[in-house]
């Protein structure tokens, strides 16, 4: 996640290639980060800083975001 908040699309791949034997484990957040809330997946934080060359890195390694649901919605 810090790759990402650095911008470095090399680094990211390289810390995504460690992921080839748990390939669902690189979508998911950090779960014990002081920097970063759980929910936050790597896709958001691209996002959210605008790297558009590390958004466009995830989804080709097919990472996508759910969809939000109501705050009613009871799911």
Known sequence: ????????RPLVEFILSLFMEYP????????????????MTPLMLACIC?????????????HYMQLPHRPDCKF
């Not at 996640?1 to 470095?8: F, K, L, V, Y």
């Not at 690189?26 to 759980?38: A, H, V």
């Open 1 to 8: 996640m810090t790759a990402i908040c650095i911008g470095s």
């Open 24 to 39: 669902g484990e690189e979508r998911n957040g950090c779960r014990k980060s002081k920097s970063f809330p759980m929910h």
């Open 50 to 62: 605008n790297n558009f060359s590390i958004v466009q890195c995830l989804l080709l390694r097919k």
